[in-house]
């Protein structure tokens, strides 16, 4: 009988998207897809780092998986992620029942490493940089086990080359290597050939896309100003594959934010209306503290230049509360310019040290925990007063939305996304499959979510299949 695994996914959709791989080297390699953990013979915990107390609850997790272990002959575990990475040996001193740790520049080793740990006993294998080796540098060139058929991340550059001091992934993901041009179109061509219909260009900071080809095809002898492929121009090309009907990408950088991509975003139209747009502080001198490499001023002069090429333009951002030094008088500039921008909505975080951060070691500045969460909950009123107010703006507007299923909350309700991002409620005349477009009048505006009325069905799911994979926060 084969194998089977799960895989358990912490953090973000770079993340998410390892975890998709790492799924379809396993079942290439002949393993299949467990219900859950008592069925499973491989538990691979994908960790981030991120998230504060990921260490603690990753120990835990593996304490639970010691006893797990134990009760069947032949079970493996396998730990990969930024986690893995940054702590390196520590995971194996702690957790020495651990069959196999990576890190995140060798995903594409997950099935081999794991064959050799069945023969050979537990291996630690982390790099400290990515192989240039197609595979190694880009996850998308594996098979993968999509967690939806409809929809599909799509990685175009791997690493950051900033240095935003509350942030771990440079240290953990490296150097901005993109992707070539090339293999991105033709990832998406394929994909649409199997029915998805969705993709989102996914990268630490998508919009310096480009920047390493150009800098090596210099280095190469080619001094053609316009050989870097700028992000706006994949837009274009992954915008105009038949069968594509909606492209987004996460995440771009305010610093480098070109009114190219705007035009792009404008002029594609299967490029959504919606841009994530991080902000992180509202204080100039909060910025600079992060290395952000901008002002408020401009980073609403910009927003200003997107709404004005985009009026339905859905904006969305980041905003920590109680960054180090962070004063009253920074926090009110916070909510000023949260409120100018009028976002849709909003990830709040408050400030908490991450170990190898330049931030954690800003000890003397910390903000107060009880000053930081009352800040926190005023930035909350304002971040939720403009999501209300842009909810209830699309009330009598027809939307496209595409299927997801039906609701966590109510089945009998279906949910979807409008072309904005936003999450809509409403009931259709027969249930429609995930994937489906349909035509839905919004008659309600509530601050995470609009309910809708089914109006007509717009074009049906192309795909046939729907493969899980489990996933934990
Ligand atoms: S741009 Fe800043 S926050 Fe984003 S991944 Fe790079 S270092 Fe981290």
């Given at each position: 009988m084969a194998k089977s695994y799960v895989v358990r996914t912490f953090g973000c959709q770079m993340n998410e998207h390892d975890s998709e791989r790492i799924a379809g080297l396993l079942e290439e390699d002949g393993l299949v897809q467990a219900e859950s953990e008592e069925d499973a013979d491989v538990v691979v915990l994908n960790t981030c780092c991120i998230r504060e107390n990921a260490d603690n609850k990753l120990y835990g997790t593996l304490g639970h998986l010691k006893t797990w272990k134990g009760e069947k002959d032949g079970r493996q575990i396998v730990v990969a992620g930024c986690l893995a990475q940054k702590d390196k040996d520590l995971v194996r001193d702690k957790a020495p029942?651990?069959?196999?740790?990576?890190?995140?520049?060798?995903?594409?080793?997950?099935?081999?490493?794991?064959?050799?740990?069945?023969?050979?006993?537990?291996i630690t294998e982390i790099l400290d940089e990515a192989v240039i080796d197609d595979h190694a540098m880009f996850p998308s060139a594996l098979p993968a086990q999509r967690e939806t058929s409809y929809n599909a991340w799509v990685t175009i550059q791997i690493g950051c080359?900033?240095?935003?001091?509350?942030?771990?992934?440079?240290?953990?993901?490296?150097?901005?290597?993109?992707?070539?041009?090339?293999?991105?179109?033709?990832?998406?061509?394929?994909?649409a050939a199997a029915g998805v219909s969705e993709v989102t260009l996914l990268g630490q900071n998508v919009n310096?896309?480009?920047?390493?080809?150009?800098?090596?095809?210099?280095?190469?002898?080619?001094?053609?100003?316009?050989?870097?492929?700028?992000?706006?121009?994949?837009?274009?090309?992954?915008?105009?594959?038949?069968?594509?009907?909606?492209?987004?990408?996460?995440?771009?950088?305010?610093?480098?934010?070109?009114?190219?991509?705007?035009?792009?975003?404008?002029?594609?139209?299967?490029?959504c209306e919606h841009l994530h747009y991080p902000l992180q502080s509202g204080s100039d001198a909060v910025l600079a503290a992060m290395?952000?490499?901008?002002?408020?001023?401009?980073?609403?002069?910009?927003?200003?230049?997107?709404?004005?090429?985009?009026p339905d333009l859905a904006v969305s951002t980041d905003i920590i509360v109680g960054f180090p030094g962070e004063t009253e008088e920074d926090f009110v500039r916070t909510l000023e310019v949260a409120s100018a921008a009028q976002f849709d909505y909003a990830y709040t975080f408050l400030f908490s040290p991450r170990p190898g951060t330049e931030a954690a070691e800003m000890q003397d500045r910390f903000v107060d925990a009880a000053v930081a969460s009352e800040r926190?909950?005023?930035?909350?009123?304002?971040?939720?007063?403009?999501?209300?107010?842009?909810?209830?703006?699309?009330?009598?507007?027809?939307?496209?939305?595409?299927?997801?299923?039906?609701?966590?909350?109510?089945?009998?309700?279906?949910?979807?996304?409008?072309?904005?991002?936003?999450?809509?409620?409403?009931?259709?005349?027969?249930?429609?499959?995930?994937?489906?477009?349909?035509?839905?009048?919004?008659?309600?505006?509530?601050?995470?979510?609009?309910?809708?009325?089914?109006?007509?069905?717009?074009?049906?799911?192309?795909?046939?299949?729907r493969i899980p994979v489990s996933s934990a926060q």
């Open positions: 029942y651990v069959d196999v740790v990576l890190g995140t520049h060798n995903v594409h080793r997950a099935a081999i490493l794991m064959g050799e740990a069945r023969t050979s006993g537990p080359d900033n240095k935003c001091a509350f942030c771990i992934v440079p240290a953990v993901r490296g150097v901005e290597i993109s992707r070539p041009f090339e293999d991105i179109v033709t990832e998406v061509r394929a994909l310096s896309y480009g920047r390493d080809l150009q800098l090596a095809a210099r280095q190469g002898g080619d001094t053609d100003a316009r050989v870097r492929p700028l992000f706006a121009d994949l837009l274009g090309a992954v915008g105009s594959v038949a069968g594509i009907r909606r492209v987004r990408f996460t995440s771009p950088h305010p610093k480098d934010m070109r009114p190219e991509t705007f035009a792009a975003m404008a002029s594609v139209p299967s490029v290395h952000r490499g901008y002002t408020a001023d401009r980073y609403l002069e910009r927003l200003a230049q997107a709404r004005t090429l985009m926190f909950a005023r930035l909350r009123v304002v971040i939720e007063r403009s999501a209300l107010a842009k909810h209830r703006e699309r009330v009598g507007r027809v939307e496209e939305v595409l299927v997801e299923g039906p609701s966590k909350k109510d089945p009998s309700v279906t949910s979807g996304r409008t072309r904005q991002n936003k999450l809509v409620h409403f009931t259709p005349p027969k249930p429609l499959r995930p994937g489906a477009y349909a035509e839905v009048e919004i008659v309600h505006g509530a601050p995470h979510h609009l309910m809708g009325e089914f109006r007509s069905l717009l074009q049906d799911a192309a795909h046939k299949v």
